[in-house]
């Protein structure tokens, strides 16, 4: 075993049992209750300063947790909207910058809605607007992965097809598995373990070229949805939908690493039930 777990577990934003409000004591709450990464939800906007960035990095890097973020909410990179797309660009470009100064390795994003586009025009809009941003990233050196999450409404862009699809012709597009999104979908509905493999062989298959499978990013909980999609995310033994053991007896009996953000409404709480629930597997497993 390594001296850290091969699966890294946290919470998207600063843990509930965490007495302070700020990011940084939300990294030294979630070393304290053994967890080992943290998402900050840029949700609403970015309006993390530089400085609190770089001591944010430092903690991180004192206590070995993993840092991501999420971009705001009303990112669209498929609108004509000339406004909007520009806020969006910008948005991303914000989150990646602060996220770069904190030490972190990933921005998460929703990519966009179809509105009166097919799936193809979607697609190409994404990639035309994300191939803009990397580049602007690159000349200012901010160094990130971009973070494709796949959404929970049918009528937004962004399936694991389409997510996955981008990171083969992007530099710096990953796709972020919500395994709630995918079941709520209805792209992959996740009911065993075997249904949990078909979406890691399938970043397997199709990212074996930077081997993403060893390094991914995903985000779990269970979910409430409709016909037309996801509703509302649900705590840890609420519906059990999807199912987090044989999620994470997969994780367990598999070489995969990488970490495991608690979307739940218990975020720490079950943040630390999703790591019993690994390190239970991975006991089993010995
Ligand atoms: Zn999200």
């Given amino acids: 075993m ?5 699966i890294r577990f946290g919470p998207a934003g600063i843990p509930i049992q965490c007495e302070g409000s700020s990011t940084l004591e939300g990294v030294r709450c979630c070393k304290e209750l053994g967890l080992s990464a943290m998402e900050m939800e840029f949700v609403q906007g970015v309006r993390m300063k530089e400085d609190a960035a770089i001591e944010v990095g430092k903690a991180a890097k004192e206590f070995d947790i993993s840092i991501s973020s999420h971009a705001p909410y009303f990112v669209n990179l498929c609108t004509d909207d000339s406004l909007k797309l520009a806020n969006s660009k910008k948005h991303i470009i914000g989150s990646a910058r602060i996220t770069a100064l904190a030490g972190g390795n990933i921005t998460v ?24 941003i990397e580049s602007e990233l690159k000349t200012r050196n901010i160094k990130i992965r971009l973070g494709a999450e796949t959404v ?8 694991l097809d389409e997510n996955i699809k981008l990171a083969q012709e992007l530099d ?43 390094h ?3 985000h779990f909980s269970e979910i409430n ?8 995310h649900f705590a840890l033994g609420t519906n059990n939908e999807p199912p987090i053991k044989p ?34 597997a991975l006991s089993k497993k010995k």
């Fill in 172 to 214: 710096m597009v990953v796709p972020v598995p919500d395994f709630a999104h995918l079941h709520a979908r209805g792209d992959q509905r996740l009911k065993t373990e075997d249904d949990y493999r078909a979406v890691f062989d399938k970043l397997e298959r199709e990212l074996s070229g930077i081997d993403y499978i060893r």
């Fill in 2 to 6: 390594p001296s850290f777990p091969r």
């Fill in 225 to 232: 949805y409709s016909d037309k999609g996801e509703l509302n």
């Fill in 109 to 132: 994003f929703h990519p966009g809605f179809y509105q009166k586009l097919t799936p193809k025009e979607a697609f190409d809009a994404a990639k035309t607007n994300l191939k803009a």
């Fill in 247 to 280: 999620f994470m007896k997969l994780l367990a009996e598999n070489g995969y690493s990488g970490t495991v953000i608690c979307e739940t409404p218990r975020l720490d709480y079950d943040s630390l039930m999703m790591k019993d629930e690994y390190e239970r």
């Fill in 152 to 159: 929970g409404k049918k009528s937004a862009f962004g399936g």
């Fill in 216 to 218: 991914f990013h995903c």
